[in-house]
């Protein structure tokens, strides 16, 4: 089974969409972590600082975290460092929101997942929505296992 990082967890509203994996959920905020077990008691939720995690996954998630973080890129940066194979996030697409939280150029967050040494990026849009979804990945379109 794959390995799963999921950075900002929150309740743990990803873990029934998940295929079968090996899932660590892990949040700085203890209401989220505590709620998360409640919802989840099978799940491996902690209360931890990504920062200061260093266990590797195969697929680490960051979803609705960087909208509001002060230092994205650095959260993305380590967040990368922990996934051997993917790294799947979201971002508020600039083109498309007004606001207060952090909003990104899609085409600048893909340039970063390549100077980080991503081989590919999917990135996954919809009208309906003004986030995105990017998934980096570690090895080539065609040598992914």
Request: glycine share 8%; net charge negative; charged share 25%.
């Amino acid at each position: 089974q794959p390995s799963v990082l999921d950075v900002g967890c929150g309740y743990g509203k990803v873990t029934p969409f998940l295929p079968p994996c090996s899932y660590r959920g892990i949040d700085v905020v203890p209401e989220f972590v505590e709620e998360a077990k409640r919802r989840n008691p099978d799940a491996d939720f902690q209360l931890r600082d990504v920062c200061d995690y260093d266990d590797r996954a195969e697929w680490v998630l960051l979803q609705g975290v960087l909208g509001t973080v002060p230092e994205p890129e650095k959260l993305l940066a380590h967040a990368w460092g922990l996934a051997t194979v993917g790294l799947i996030f979201d971002v508020i697409d600039a083109d498309r929101h007004e606001g207060k939280l952090n909003r990104f150029d899609v085409g600048s967050c893909v340039n970063f997942m390549m100077h980080l040494g991503s081989k590919f990026v999917e990135v996954h849009s919809s009208q309906r929505f003004n986030w995105v979804i990017l998934v980096a990945f570690r090895h080539g379109l065609w040598s992914i296992a």
